[in-house]
Structure formats: structure tokens, C-alpha cells
């Protein structure tokens, strides 16, 4: 089995393959405008998931005065991450017609390309991820001491890979959505959401 980390950018995609023994078997960095390569990539994986919101917001909270004015056209999932867990996206996903940061476009040519071939890619956030593995808030992942904290979570969860410590914050965060992708397979991840819009954000089972 293969599960395959998606981390993507305004102008560079970030690919990361794990196997079912949680080894990093291959990594890319693709094209955001063309990412021809994507098909091989996640040829015959079992799972996919991707860090980037999975579709448009439909603000299934607009008229919610419990929740704070710059959330209340986020989605479900944006809402709930952060009431259950106090994990509060940094963005929130726009309604149809509004304006769309150049990342999240690619993300959902990506969800639309790879839905297209069959696959059924789920959402994460990686910050979450490993916040919620280390059970502390980390330092930045800009900084070296956020790399650091990242790649000994990433370790203590049996993730193996050459070098890892080397990597770019937007390597780690597709190699942590890869570990989602097969910790939701195996039954050891959740879907965060509330269920008015059918939107989850896939996170590691809280202990």
C-alpha cells in the first residue's frame, strides 16, 4: 500500500509517498500550473490527502452569533477544529465569488484532477497534525527549532525517511498528510467537522 501527502503551493506542489511500514519511498515537487506528474505520483495509492480546503465555503454559520465575525463564513470543519480543539486555521475558506488566494486554487484543481481519476483525496491541516502529535504547541515551522520539533514527531510515529531533517517546512508538512492519509485508513485518524456542510479536516486520534 501506498498514501500519498499533497502539500500545495501558489507555484510549487509538494508530493510526498509513504508505505504501509511508514517509509518515505518517493518525494516531488511539482508544477502548480501544470502538474503533469500527478498521475504517476498517485498511481494505484490506497490514500490521498491533501493540505488545502476540499471546496468552496457555503457558510453554513453566516447568521451563527456564537461564532466570531471572521469565522462566520468559514466551513464546518474551519469552526470545528477550532471550538473542539482550539485550532484555528489562519484563513478561512471564501464563498463562491469572493476572492481565492492562488494556493487554494491549486488545491482545488488538484481534489478536481484527482477526483477525476478515481481517487477520493481527504483534507488536512498539517499545523494541526502536529501540534496535536506533540501535544504542546511547537515553534514555527520557519525556524529551525520548528523543523527540528517536526521531524522528531514525525520519527516517534515510525515515519523513516534519509535526511528528513534537511527538509523544507512544506516537505514535512506533505509528509505529515501522508501519515493522516494512512492513519485514516487504518482507523487511527478522525474527520473534524459538524456536519451542515459535509466539510472534515482529517486529524490523528486525540489520546
Keep these: 500500500m501506498r498514501f500519498v501527502g499533497i ?3 501558489a507555484s510549487a506542489v509538494h508530493c510526498v509517498v509513504m508505505d504501509e511500514a511508514r517509509r518515505i519511498v518517493e518525494g516531488r515537487m511539482l508544477s502548480a500550473d501544470s502538474p503533469t506528474e500527478l498521475p504517476e505520483v498517485t498511481a494505484s495509492v490506497t490514500a490521498i490527502a491533501i493540505d488545502a480546503p476540499a471546496a468552496l465555503s457555503t ?4 447568521d451563527d452569533p456564537t461564532v466570531s465575525r471572521k469565522f462566520r463564513t468559514a ?7 477550532g471550538r473542539q480543539y482550539q485550532l484555528w486555521v489562519p484563513w478561512v475558506t471564501p ?5 481565492v488566494p492562488g494556493w487554494m486554487q491549486v488545491g482545488f484543481q488538484l481534489y478536481a484532477q484527482l477526483t477525476a481519476n478515481g481517487h477520493r483525496p481527504i ?3 498539517p499545523h494541526a497534525g502536529f501540534q496535536l502529535l ?3 504547541k511547537l515553534p514555527k515551522k520557519t525556524t529551525l527549532g520548528g523543523i ?4 522528531t514527531r514525525l520519527e516517534e510515529q515510525g515515519v523513516t525517511a534519509p535526511w528528513m531533517g534537511l527538509w523544507s517546512h512544506d516537505a514535512l508538512d506533505a509528509t505529515v498528510a ?24 482529517w486529524i490523528p486520534q486525540p489520546s
Design 7 to 9: 502539500d500545495p503551493g
Design 59 to 62: 457558510a453554513p454559520h453566516v
Design 75 to 81: 466551513r464546518c470543519c474551519e469552526i470545528a477544529l
Design 95 to 99: 464563498v463562491a465569488g469572493a476572492a
Design 123 to 125: 483534507e488536512v491541516y
Design 134 to 136: 506533540a501535544g504542546s
Design 148 to 151: 527540528q520539533e517536526r521531524v
Design 178 to 201: 501522508a501519515l493522516l492519509a494512512l492513519q485514516a485508513t487504518e482507523g487511527t485518524a478522525v474527520a473534524v467537522g459538524c456536519g451542515h456542510d459535509n466539510s472534515a479536516i
